[in-house]
């Protein structure tokens, strides 16, 4: 999988391959595809080499709330993207759910992870109850979580994961704050006005700061 001039990252034909509309299906061949990503011992420094290099990569990469995300791999025809998040240590996250379903597999650190249910018609007058199911990720541990889930995480700074995301199934998503009630509509990056996606962009030089920092928790050899 390592990259070299005119060859992708990842076989776009396997990315293709995903089926994304049977959960119990795609989970083998997501969790194989996610052990060679995080086993490899080149592979995520030549994504990063490979993001550093493609501006149309680097421009998606930005700073949320409580995360940097990192866009290693975007597939145009199959939607499929690959991502290394940074959680930065943020307050709780909030309740939300997601445009697209993904698969998971925490690099280093930990955290907590609590799922509200599915809500197939999720909007914001929606309210949900206290968290259904509660874990602990650890390093080496994933899931594969569908678009419609409701769920949040509380983590330290500097845990890290990869994240294998399937092709957009709506054009927005629901985001909760549980201790005043409010909820709003949130919209991908090509919603936003230029201006507030540039804020938001990482750019080469925190990019290569976190490549550092994998280095540095053994992530990246």
């Not at 119990?24 to 194989?32: A, D, F, Q, R, V």
Request: aromatic share 8%.
């Amino acid at each position: 999988m390592t990259q070299t001039t005119g060859v992708p990252l990842i076989d776009p034909a396997r990315l293709a391959a995903l089926d994304w509309t049977d959960m119990p299906k795609l989970l083998g061949p997501l969790e194989e595809l996610l052990d060679e990503l995080a086993s490899s011992p080149t592979w995520l420094n030549d994504a990063f080499d490979h993001v550093l290099r493609t501006p149309e990569l680097l421009a998606q990469c930005e700073r949320l709330q409580e995360l940097d995300r990192v866009v290693l791999v975007s597939d145009k025809n199959s939607d499929v993207r690959v991502r290394l998040h940074l959680f930065t240590g943020s307050d709780f996250d909030r309740p939300h759910n997601h445009r697209w379903s993904f698969g998971s597999r925490l690099l280093h650190g930990t955290y907590q992870h609590y799922l509200f249910g599915d809500y197939d018609e999720l909007d914001t007058e929606t309210r949900i109850g206290t968290p259904a199911l509660v874990r602990e990720e650890k390093a080496g541990s994933g899931y594969l979580i569908r678009h419609t889930m409701v769920h949040t995480v509380a983590s330290p700074p500097g845990t890290t994961s990869l994240i294998v995301r399937g092709p957009a199934e709506k054009d927005r998503f629901v985001v909760m704050n549980r201790d005043t009630g409010e909820a709003w509509w949130q919209y991908g990056q090509k919603a936003e006005k230029p201006e507030d996606q540039e804020k938001r962009r990482l750019g080469a030089e925190r990019v290569e700061e976190i490549r550092r920092l994998l280095i540095s928790q053994g992530v990246i050899k």
